[in-house]
Protein backbone atom coordinates (compact mmCIF):
# COMPACT_ATOMS: atom_id res chain seq x y z
CA UNK A 1 0.00 0.00 0.00
CA UNK A 2 1.31 3.60 -1.13
CA UNK A 3 2.73 5.85 1.68
CA UNK A 4 0.65 8.95 1.85
CA UNK A 5 0.01 11.32 4.30
CA UNK A 6 -3.40 11.20 6.51
CA UNK A 7 -5.30 14.30 7.59
CA UNK A 8 -8.67 12.83 8.14
CA UNK A 9 -9.89 9.06 9.14
CA UNK A 10 -13.75 8.58 8.66
CA UNK A 11 -15.29 5.43 9.80
CA UNK A 12 -18.25 3.98 9.87
CA UNK A 13 -19.51 2.38 13.03
CA UNK A 14 -21.99 -0.35 13.62
CA UNK A 15 -20.02 -3.32 11.72
CA UNK A 16 -16.86 -1.42 11.60
CA UNK A 17 -16.10 0.97 14.28
CA UNK A 18 -17.65 -0.37 16.97
CA UNK A 19 -17.45 -3.76 18.44
CA UNK A 20 -20.21 -7.47 17.81
CA UNK A 21 -22.00 -5.70 20.73
CA UNK A 22 -22.23 -2.84 18.90
CA UNK A 23 -20.58 -1.28 21.78
CA UNK A 24 -17.37 1.34 21.91
CA UNK A 25 -14.25 -0.82 22.62
CA UNK A 26 -12.09 -0.09 25.08
CA UNK A 27 -9.16 2.27 24.49
CA UNK A 28 -11.25 3.43 21.12
CA UNK A 29 -12.10 7.14 22.73
CA UNK A 30 -8.39 7.61 23.79
CA UNK A 31 -7.70 6.92 19.87
CA UNK A 32 -9.56 10.26 19.00
CA UNK A 33 -7.38 12.28 21.46
CA UNK A 34 -4.15 10.82 20.05
CA UNK A 35 -5.56 11.51 16.63
CA UNK A 36 -5.97 14.72 17.46
CA UNK A 37 -2.80 15.27 18.68
CA UNK A 38 -1.55 14.27 15.74
CA UNK A 39 -3.28 16.38 13.64
CA UNK A 40 -5.22 13.82 12.25
CA UNK A 41 -9.44 14.91 12.03
CA UNK A 42 -11.74 11.33 13.27
CA UNK A 43 -15.07 11.80 11.37
CA UNK A 44 -18.11 9.26 12.60
CA UNK A 45 -19.81 8.38 9.73
CA UNK A 46 -22.88 6.29 10.06
CA UNK A 47 -26.37 5.78 9.25
CA UNK A 48 -26.85 6.59 12.64
CA UNK A 49 -28.45 9.42 14.11
CA UNK A 50 -26.64 12.37 15.54
CA UNK A 51 -27.82 12.32 19.11
CA UNK A 52 -27.15 8.58 19.13
CA UNK A 53 -23.20 8.92 18.02
CA UNK A 54 -22.99 12.21 20.30
CA UNK A 55 -23.69 9.82 23.20
CA UNK A 56 -21.26 6.85 21.60
CA UNK A 57 -18.61 9.86 22.18
CA UNK A 58 -19.86 11.93 25.03
CA UNK A 59 -16.29 12.17 26.42
CA UNK A 60 -14.45 12.83 22.97
CA UNK A 61 -17.26 15.16 20.79
CA UNK A 62 -15.10 18.21 21.27
CA UNK A 63 -12.47 16.61 18.85
CA UNK A 64 -14.31 14.87 16.28
CA UNK A 65 -16.70 15.46 13.43
CA UNK A 66 -20.02 13.59 12.84
CA UNK A 67 -21.63 12.82 9.24
CA UNK A 68 -24.87 10.95 10.59
CA UNK A 69 -28.00 9.47 8.84
CA UNK A 70 -26.31 8.73 5.59
CA UNK A 71 -25.55 12.74 5.15
CA UNK A 72 -28.36 14.12 6.58
CA UNK A 73 -26.62 15.73 9.64
CA UNK A 74 -22.87 17.04 9.15
CA UNK A 75 -21.76 18.66 12.06
CA UNK A 76 -18.16 20.44 12.20
CA UNK A 77 -16.55 21.40 15.06
CA UNK A 78 -19.66 21.35 17.58
CA UNK A 79 -21.76 23.27 14.91
CA UNK A 80 -24.51 21.82 12.66
CA UNK A 81 -23.58 22.61 9.33
CA UNK A 82 -26.22 20.63 7.27
CA UNK A 83 -29.18 19.31 7.64
CA UNK A 84 -31.18 17.76 4.98
CA UNK A 85 -34.85 16.90 5.31
CA UNK A 86 -36.42 14.48 3.41
CA UNK A 87 -39.29 15.63 0.95
CA UNK A 88 -42.37 14.92 2.58
CA UNK A 89 -44.45 14.36 -1.17
CA UNK A 90 -41.49 11.94 -1.80
CA UNK A 91 -41.94 10.21 1.64
CA UNK A 92 -45.66 9.74 1.08
CA UNK A 93 -44.79 7.58 -2.39
CA UNK A 94 -42.41 5.49 -0.68
CA UNK A 95 -45.45 4.77 2.14
CA UNK A 96 -47.12 3.97 -0.61
CA UNK A 97 -45.07 1.70 -2.53
CA UNK A 98 -43.93 -0.23 0.56
CA UNK A 99 -47.45 -1.10 1.56
CA UNK A 100 -47.77 -3.01 -1.79
CA UNK A 101 -45.40 -5.33 -0.44
CA UNK A 102 -46.45 -7.97 2.49
CA UNK A 103 -42.84 -8.14 2.64
CA UNK A 104 -41.36 -4.53 3.55
CA UNK A 105 -41.86 -2.74 6.39
CA UNK A 106 -41.33 1.09 6.66
CA UNK A 107 -40.04 2.91 9.80
CA UNK A 108 -38.89 7.30 9.17
CA UNK A 109 -36.78 8.81 11.85
CA UNK A 110 -36.66 12.74 13.27
CA UNK A 111 -34.14 14.10 14.94
CA UNK A 112 -35.14 11.56 17.97
CA UNK A 113 -38.03 9.61 17.23
CA UNK A 114 -38.92 6.58 15.07
CA UNK A 115 -42.01 6.48 13.20
CA UNK A 116 -43.43 2.59 12.73
CA UNK A 117 -45.66 2.43 9.98
CA UNK A 118 -46.54 -1.36 11.14
CA UNK A 119 -46.93 -3.02 14.33
CA UNK A 120 -43.80 -2.89 16.33
CA UNK A 121 -43.42 -6.70 16.26
CA UNK A 122 -42.86 -6.47 12.72
CA UNK A 123 -39.13 -5.10 12.85
CA UNK A 124 -36.36 -6.97 13.74
CA UNK A 125 -33.70 -4.41 15.38
CA UNK A 126 -30.67 -4.52 14.41
CA UNK A 127 -27.38 -2.98 14.03
CA UNK A 128 -28.19 0.65 13.66
CA UNK A 129 -31.63 0.10 13.08
CA UNK A 130 -32.42 -0.15 16.92
CA UNK A 131 -35.23 1.83 16.60
CA UNK A 132 -34.82 4.35 19.43
CA UNK A 133 -37.94 6.45 21.21
CA UNK A 134 -40.58 4.00 18.40
CA UNK A 135 -44.14 5.69 17.86
CA UNK A 136 -46.25 3.55 15.97
CA UNK A 137 -48.40 5.51 12.96
CA UNK A 138 -50.48 4.68 10.52
CA UNK A 139 -49.89 7.25 8.30
CA UNK A 140 -46.81 9.44 7.45
CA UNK A 141 -46.36 12.44 9.71
CA UNK A 142 -47.29 15.70 9.21
CA UNK A 143 -45.03 17.83 6.92
CA UNK A 144 -44.39 19.82 9.88
CA UNK A 145 -42.18 16.85 11.03
CA UNK A 146 -38.86 17.08 10.20
CA UNK A 147 -37.66 12.89 8.51
CA UNK A 148 -33.94 12.97 8.38
CA UNK A 149 -33.86 9.38 7.96
CA UNK A 150 -35.58 6.45 6.35
CA UNK A 151 -35.27 2.36 6.52
CA UNK A 152 -37.56 -0.23 5.30
CA UNK A 153 -37.55 -3.61 7.14
CA UNK A 154 -38.01 -6.96 5.04
CA UNK A 155 -38.82 -10.26 5.64
CA UNK A 156 -37.70 -11.54 2.30
CA UNK A 157 -33.93 -11.12 0.47
CA UNK A 158 -33.03 -7.47 0.72
CA UNK A 159 -31.25 -6.99 -2.83
CA UNK A 160 -34.89 -8.41 -4.27
CA UNK A 161 -36.59 -5.80 -2.82
CA UNK A 162 -34.50 -3.15 -3.00
CA UNK A 163 -34.46 -3.60 -6.70
CA UNK A 164 -37.83 -3.30 -6.11
CA UNK A 165 -37.98 -0.03 -4.56
CA UNK A 166 -35.47 1.35 -7.55
CA UNK A 167 -37.80 0.59 -10.01
CA UNK A 168 -40.58 2.24 -8.63
CA UNK A 169 -38.80 5.08 -6.65
CA UNK A 170 -34.86 5.82 -8.50
CA UNK A 171 -36.13 10.11 -9.00
CA UNK A 172 -36.40 10.15 -5.53
CA UNK A 173 -34.43 7.63 -3.18
CA UNK A 174 -30.89 5.65 -3.55
CA UNK A 175 -31.60 2.26 -1.81
CA UNK A 176 -28.41 0.27 -0.12
CA UNK A 177 -28.86 -2.68 1.70
CA UNK A 178 -27.65 -2.74 5.50
CA UNK A 179 -26.96 -5.62 7.65
CA UNK A 180 -28.85 -8.88 6.87
CA UNK A 181 -32.79 -7.86 6.61
CA UNK A 182 -32.97 -4.06 5.96
CA UNK A 183 -32.90 -1.43 3.41
CA UNK A 184 -31.15 2.20 3.93
CA UNK A 185 -33.61 4.90 1.83
CA UNK A 186 -31.21 8.18 1.26
CA UNK A 187 -32.31 10.91 -0.36
CA UNK A 188 -30.64 11.19 -4.04
CA UNK A 189 -27.55 13.79 -3.80
CA UNK A 190 -27.80 13.09 -0.17
CA UNK A 191 -24.68 10.49 1.00
CA UNK A 192 -22.19 9.74 3.68
CA UNK A 193 -19.47 11.19 1.09
CA UNK A 194 -22.19 14.44 0.43
CA UNK A 195 -21.34 15.11 4.41
CA UNK A 196 -18.14 14.35 4.34
CA UNK A 197 -17.11 16.62 1.51
CA UNK A 198 -18.39 19.39 3.82
CA UNK A 199 -16.34 18.47 6.92
CA UNK A 200 -13.35 18.04 4.36
CA UNK A 201 -13.89 21.64 2.61
CA UNK A 202 -14.25 22.45 6.24
CA UNK A 203 -10.67 21.60 7.46
CA UNK A 204 -8.94 22.62 3.75
CA UNK A 205 -8.24 19.00 4.10
CA UNK A 206 -8.33 16.27 0.19
CA UNK A 207 -10.01 13.33 -0.52
CA UNK A 208 -6.74 12.06 -1.12
CA UNK A 209 -5.39 12.84 2.31
CA UNK A 210 -8.28 10.57 3.92
CA UNK A 211 -8.36 7.32 5.23
CA UNK A 212 -11.92 5.77 5.85
CA UNK A 213 -13.56 2.42 6.81
CA UNK A 214 -16.68 0.51 6.23
CA UNK A 215 -18.51 -2.52 5.97
CA UNK A 216 -21.97 -1.79 3.85
CA UNK A 217 -22.96 -0.70 0.81
CA UNK A 218 -23.74 2.87 2.37
CA UNK A 219 -20.27 3.42 3.14
CA UNK A 220 -19.12 2.69 -0.84
CA UNK A 221 -18.96 6.70 -2.18
CA UNK A 222 -16.72 7.22 1.03
CA UNK A 223 -14.46 4.54 0.00
CA UNK A 224 -14.65 5.34 -3.58
CA UNK A 225 -13.34 9.11 -2.87
CA UNK A 226 -10.60 8.58 -0.09
CA UNK A 227 -7.31 7.97 -0.51
CA UNK A 228 -7.10 5.36 1.55
CA UNK A 229 -9.94 2.63 1.85
CA UNK A 230 -9.92 0.04 4.43
CA UNK A 231 -12.71 -2.55 4.24
CA UNK A 232 -13.45 -4.56 7.09
CA UNK A 233 -13.13 -8.20 6.99
CA UNK A 234 -17.12 -8.56 8.07
CA UNK A 235 -17.59 -6.22 4.75
CA UNK A 236 -20.00 -7.30 1.71
CA UNK A 237 -18.10 -8.26 -1.02
CA UNK A 238 -18.47 -5.49 -3.47
CA UNK A 239 -16.98 -3.39 -0.67
CA UNK A 240 -13.86 -5.25 -0.25
CA UNK A 241 -13.10 -5.56 -4.59
CA UNK A 242 -13.36 -1.32 -3.89
CA UNK A 243 -11.06 -1.03 -1.06
CA UNK A 244 -7.37 -0.07 -1.03
CA UNK A 245 -7.29 -2.90 1.65
CA UNK A 246 -9.23 -5.56 3.38
CA UNK A 247 -8.62 -5.94 7.34
CA UNK A 248 -9.93 -7.78 10.43
CA UNK A 249 -13.29 -7.67 11.59
CA UNK A 250 -14.94 -5.58 13.77
CA UNK A 251 -15.11 -8.35 16.62
CA UNK A 252 -11.41 -8.20 16.19
CA UNK A 253 -11.45 -4.28 16.93
CA UNK A 254 -9.45 -4.00 13.07
CA UNK A 255 -9.95 -0.14 12.66
CA UNK A 256 -8.55 0.35 16.28
CA UNK A 257 -5.41 -2.05 15.67
CA UNK A 258 -4.77 0.08 11.95
CA UNK A 259 -5.06 3.52 13.53
CA UNK A 260 -2.50 2.28 16.38
CA UNK A 261 -0.45 1.32 13.25
CA UNK A 262 -0.58 3.93 11.93
CA UNK A 263 -0.10 6.68 14.58
Not at 104 to 121: I, K, P, Q, V
Request: glycine share 6%; with cysteine.
Amino acid sequence: METRTIRLVASDMDGTFLDEHDCVPEGALDLVLRLRDAGIRFVASSGRRYDTLHELFAPVTDCMDFVASNGAQVCVEGELVDLEVFSHAAVRRLARIVDEFDAMHLALFDETRSYLLDDEARFEREKDKNLPNPVRVHDVPAPTTSILKASVYCDDEPMDLAYILTRELDDDFVFAPSGRKWIDVMQRGVTKATGIRQVLDAHGISADEMMAFGDSMNDYEILRMAGISMAMGNARPAIKQIATKVIGTNAEHAVQRELLRML
